[in-house]
Antibody, heavy 126, light 110 residues
C-alpha cells in the first residue's frame, strides 16, 4: 500500500521560506511516476504547485514558478518543496501526491493524482 | 493558466442523479483526454474518483461516471446517497507539463 506523509513547520514568518518534505512508503520513488505538491487555502479550492519526475525533472505552476523548488532524495525515498518569500496568501493545507504518467504521441504527460498524503497546514504569520 | 470553471454548488435528493460540469479551454480540457475528478470530504484529503475522462479506479462505485464534450468535462453521480455529499474538483492536463484544477463544487444531498 502506497502511503505519503508530509512533514515540516506549521508556522512560517512572512518573507521566509516554507520547507516541506513528503516521505513515501510502499513504493520506491526511483521506480517511476511523477511526485507532486498541491495546496488548498482555508475554505478555498485546490491549486497545483508543481511536480517532479523520478529522474529529477521538475514542472511548476507558472504563477508560482519564480518561488518554487521541488527536489527528490531517492536514498531517503522522499521529495521536498521549498516556497520562498511567503506571504499570508501562502497559508494553506499542503498535500503531496503521486501521479502516474500518460504516454502518447511521443511525449509523457502528468495524468492524475492517485495517492495523497493527509495534508499539513502551514500558516504564514509573524 | 486559469482555473477550470465549475458550478459553486449543486444539490439533489437521495436516489436522483446529478451532473457537475467542468469547463476549460482548447488548451486544456479540449486538447487532452486527461481529465480527473476528486471527491473531498471536510478535513480529508481528496480522493480520486475518475481519471482519463471516464475511467474509474478500483473500488470506486459505478454510480460515478465521467464524460467530455469539447472543452467541457462532466461528472455524473447516479443514485445519490447521503455519503456522496462532499466537494468535487476536476483537474486537467494543461500543456507544457502543467496541471490545472477547477474551483470546486459543493454537492448537497437534500
Amino acid at each position: 500500500q502506497v502511503q505519503l506523509q508530509e512533514s515540516g513547520p506549521g508556522l512560517v514568518k512572512p518573507s521566509e521560506t516554507l520547507s516541506l518534505t513528503c516521505a513515501v512508503s510502499g513504493y520506491s520513488i526511483s521506480s517511476g511516476y511523477y511526485w507532486g505538491w498541491i495546496r488548498q487555502p482555508p475554505g478555498k479550492g485546490l491549486e497545483w504547485i508543481g511536480s517532479i519526475y523520478h529522474s529529477g525533472s521538475t514542472y511548476y505552476n507558472p504563477s508560482l514558478k519564480s518561488r518554487v523548488t521541488i527536489s527528490v532524495d531517492t536514498s531517503k525515498n522522499q521529495f521536498s518543496l521549498k516556497l520562498s518569500s511567503v506571504t499570508a496568501a501562502d497559508t494553506a493545507v499542503y498535500y503531496c501526491a503521486r501521479s502516474p504518467y500518460y504516454y502518447g504521441s511521443g511525449s509523457y504527460y502528468i495524468d492524475y493524482f492517485d495517492y495523497w498524503g493527509q495534508g499539513t497546514l502551514v500558516t504564514v504569520s509573524s | 493558466q486559469s482555473a477550470l470553471t465549475q458550478p459553486a454548488s449543486v444539490s439533489g435528493s437521495p436516489g436522483q442523479s446529478i451532473t457537475i460540469s467542468c469547463t476549460g479551454t482548447s488548451s486544456d480540457v479540449g486538447s487532452y483526454n486527461l481529465v480527473s475528478w476528486y471527491q473531498q470530504h471536510p478535513g480529508k484529503a481528496p480522493k480520486l474518483m475518475i481519471y482519463e475522462g471516464s475511467k474509474r479506479p478500483s473500488g470506486v462505485s459505478n454510480r460515478f461516471s465521467g464524460s467530455k464534450s469539447g472543452n467541457t468535462a462532466s461528472l455524473t453521480i447516479s443514485g445519490l446517497q447521503a455519503e456522496d455529499e462532499a466537494d468535487y474538483y476536476c483537474c486537467s492536463y494543461a500543456g507544457s507539463s502543467s496541471v490545472v484544477f477547477g474551483g470546486g463544487t459543493k454537492l448537497t444531498v437534500l
